[in-house]
């Protein structure tokens, strides 16, 4: 059976951006050049998280995707895996901001303004005393941003999360943290999940377009291509900012 976005809608799905500013102002400018030559009336754009850590401009790429909205669009924000961590650490999980930490957490709180002298800081009371100057330093916009965010998003034939889906659970009885955090069981299944998953989280250097699923998260930190799925009627592409 042939898979369906909604019809008259083109839909844009941009993977993990994790801080790149660079990267998420290049793709915007595809994405919009793109659009103009679609005659789909309706256009939607989705981000499947993990905005933050990793890159230099945590911050600045947060403000872009809450302000970046073309005449026309309309957009979806899903939780990834790090906004989690993020939100847990802020609501009082110190392990939750270690493990943070771990995966480069702390790239964001320096790009808010907060840095530290010993990266390796571990010790409850100075994981504490740094969550409260995140806390008073995190715009309250921002703080907003994180807890608005979706776990997942189901349109026509696709289903959008950041991490992945159990397999054997339908759609509709997927937890939180399966669909922000799942690797292995999900990437190794061949089983029909109800859905076309359109997911992020798990690191590829190209686009990974399967029978159940389509992976897009290649690694933009650190490779500098960031991918955008374009879904339009059965059609199927990418754009991205370096060339497949």
Known sequence: MNRQAPADTVIY????????????????????????????????VIYLGDYVSRGENSRAVVDLVCAWLPPGFERVMLKGNH??????????????????????????????????????????????????????????????????LRVSHRAADYFFVHGGVRPGVPLEMQNDRDCMWIRKSFLDSDAEHGAIVVHGHSISAQPEVRHNRIGIDTGAYRSGVLTCLVLDGEGLSFLQTERL
Do not use: C, M, T
Request: net charge negative; proline share 2%.
């Open 83 to 148: 906004e989690d961590l993020l939100l847990r650490f802020l609501g009082g999980e110190l392990d939750a901001g270690r493990h943070w930490f771990d995966y480069d957490g702390l790239d964001a709180l320096a790009d808010y303004g907060v840095a530290i002298s010993d990266r390796k800081l571990r010790d409850d009371a100075s994981v504490e005393a740094l969550r409260k100057r995140f806390a008073a330093a995190l715009p309250p916009s921002h703080l907003e941003f994180f807890r608005s």
């Open 13 to 44: 799905a941009v993977g993990d951006i994790h801080g790149r500013l660079d990267l998420l102002e290049r793709i915007h400018r595809n994405i919009a050049d793109d659009a103009q030559r679609r005659a789909s009336r309706h256009k939607r």
